[in-house]
Every structure is written in structure tokens, then in C-alpha cells.
């Protein structure tokens, strides 16, 4: 992720040994007696990376718990997002005086069914990926990037997003895309200043779709 996202971000991608890594206690409440073993071995990675981050920011490594809908609860004064999917995990953690939000994505270079693709993308986003570059589950990417989107939107504004809430735009000889979120969740969100519009950069290789966004600080 470091090559999609900007130099204040600390940015740390698990290594082997991070998917047995020593959780702290407030993490390993979060988890409890009962999560199913790619549940804790996700978890544990996340964690694991999310505290090699902080380091590089020189912060010492706390614990990040989760809150009661899994997002990642960051310690104060910063702002940070987990990712991970099937052999790939990241975290990433800046200073919130520097950037306002941070999010990030990974998922599987595969083809979404038809039903899938209806779930997230809208008519606009079917007849853009239509016109783009064979050689690309273009859906996939709009799928990550909303993604994204959501971890960008949730910290600030703290409610949810559908994926038909936010408009994709790919451009894929620069790597970048913009998505631009539906007036009507905008007039509903209890934050002053909700973003309407996340821009952020996604690579592609043969196994892995990555995007990632930041907002700036205001």
C-alpha cells in the first residue's frame, strides 16, 4: 500500500509471522472465546501491523480494540485503517493534525457475478467498466474503491454507506479514481463538513486489487 498512499501515512504489510502475532489484552477481549480461526488470525495481523505503523510514526504501541461494528478504534490523535483479505493484510496510521482520514482496500483479482455486480455498481459504473481496458475485473476495482470510500466516510461522519451511495470513476492510465457521494446522504450526515467527494489511486496485478484515499486535514 505505501505506493498508493501519501508520505504522512505510516503504512505496514503483514509478514508471515504476523498472522500469529501477540495480540494485548484489550484486543483479545474484542475478539472473545468463540472467533473462528480466520477471524482471530485477520484480526491478530491487523493489529500486529497496525502497531508497526505507529511506530514509525514514533507513537508507542497501544492497543487498538475494536468498536461494536469491527471498525478499528485508534488512539487519539490519529486517524489509521486495516485491511485484509485471503494472504494480505495492511494497516496504515497518520497524525490527525496532518490528515483528516485515511482507508484502504485489498481484494482478490476475480470476477464478480452478475448478482454481485448489480449489488455494487451502479448503471453508470456497468456501462464505464464496459468501455475499459480488457484484462481487468474492472467491477472488482469499484468494488475495493468503495470500500475505501466507506473507511474514509465512517470515521467522520459515523454512519453508513450503500455502495450505490457513491459514484466511481476509474481512470486507468493514471491509477486514480474519484467517487462522489450521493447528495442525499450528505444532507443526512450529522458531521458539519461530510466529504462528497474521496479521491484516491488503485493498482492491479494478477492476484490482488489494492486501492487506498486520504482526505486532508481541514
Excluded at 489484552?25 to 473462528?36: H, I, Q, S
Excluded at 510514526?57 to 485508534?74: H, I, K, M, N
Excluded at 474503491?145 to 455502495?163: C, Q
Aim: proline residues 8%; contains cysteine.
Amino acid at each position: 500500500m505505501r505506493d498508493l498512499l501519501p508520505p504522512a501515512v505510516a503504512v505496514a504489510v503483514a509478514e508471515p509471522a504476523d498472522w500469529s502475532g501477540q495480540l494485548l489484552a484489550e484486543e483479545a477481549a474484542c475478539l472473545g472465546e468463540r472467533a473462528v480461526a480466520s477471524r482471530r488470525r485477520d484480526f491478530t495481523a491487523g493489529r500486529v501491523c497496525a502497531r508497526r505503523a505507529m511506530a514509525a510514526l514514533g507513537l508507542p504501541p497501544v492497543a487498538v480494540p475494536a468498536a461494536a461494528d469491527r471498525s478499528p478504534v485508534w488512539p487519539a490523535g490519529t486517524v489509521g485503517t486495516i485491511t485484509h483479505t485471503r494472504d494480505y493484510c495492511a494497516a496504515a496510521v497518520a497524525h490527525r493534525d496532518e490528515l483528516r482520514s485515511v482507508g484502504m482496500d485489498a481484494e482478490g483479482h476475480k470476477e464478480l457475478s452478475a448478482g454481485v455486480r448489480r449489488l455494487i455498481c451502479l448503471p453508470e459504473e456497468e456501462a464505464q467498466c464496459a468501455r475499459l481496458p480488457p484484462g481487468i475485473f474492472w467491477p472488482t476495482v469499484i468494488f475495493s474503491a468503495k470500500e475505501t470510500v466507506y473507511k474514509v466516510w465512517h470515521p467522520i461522519v459515523g454512519s453508513w454507506l450503500d455502495f450505490h451511495d457513491a459514484l466511481v470513476h476509474l481512470d486507468p492510465d493514471a491509477g486514480t479514481f474519484t467517487a462522489r457521494i450521493a447528495p442525499a446522504r450528505i444532507a443526512a450526515a450529522s458531521d458539519a463538513h461530510p466529504p462528497a467527494l474521496v479521491t484516491g489511486r488503485f493498482a492491479v496485478d494478477a492476484d490482488l486489487v489494492r486501492t487506498a484515499a486520504t482526505l486532508a486535514a481541514r
